[in-house]
């Protein structure tokens, strides 16, 4: 279910191909959207500043690839929120009491510029971009990359890292 509830949200594989979302009004059940061109991968669900109900995640696709996207679960609208990234993301807007950003964790390719990064992106398709730091996972698997996640005011954010073993747990004030 969507952040406010007015949508209910399913991921996986549709259609045969996998990473494909789908939405449906919660009230009407009639189906609001479906992104076959633009799959997500670790992806959340938020707010723009418009109050409008996003998937927010990073683009798996080959129309947009690289970029943090939009999709709109009541129009079926899509919007690029970012330039190209990396291949390798995962993103939050567990800060609901600061709808609008979408918080990032780009792993450690050097080919984008916010490669290595935690930072937050506004949802509503300008681009604009807090940097927060780098962080030193250098990936070595899936649990060691850096899965942001920021508190409920969006003050603080909590992600992980590998310190070339274990994954551990930092956080800080944004």
Do not use: C
Not at 29 to 56: I, N, S
């Amino acid at each position: 279910v969507s952040q406010l509830g007015g949508y209910i949200v399913i991921h996986g594989v549709i259609d045969g191909v996998g990473q494909r979302v789908k939405a449906w009004s919660r009230t009407t059940l009639q189906q609001t959207g479906y992104w076959p061109t633009h799959p997500l991968g670790h992806f959340d669900l938020g707010v723009t500043p418009a109050g409008r109900e996003v998937a927010f995640g990073g683009d798996a696709g080959t129309l947009n690839p690289t970029q943090m996207v939009t999709l709109d679960l009541g129009s079926g609208g899509f919007s690029s929120v970012s330039r190209p990234t990396t291949w390798d993301w995962h993103a939050s807007t567990r800060n609901t009491k600061r709808p609008g950003w979408g918080v990032v964790g780009t792993n450690n390719s050097t080919a984008f510029v916010l490669s290595g990064e935690i930072y937050a992106l506004k949802l509503d398709g300008s681009q604009a971009v807090e940097r927060y730091g780098h962080h030193r996972s250098v990936v070595t698997d899936y649990e060691a990359a850096p899965f942001p996640s920021p508190s409920w005011d969006g003050k603080r954010i909590v992600f992980q890292a590998d310190d070339g073993g274990a994954p551990i747990v930092v956080g800080g004030e944004v």
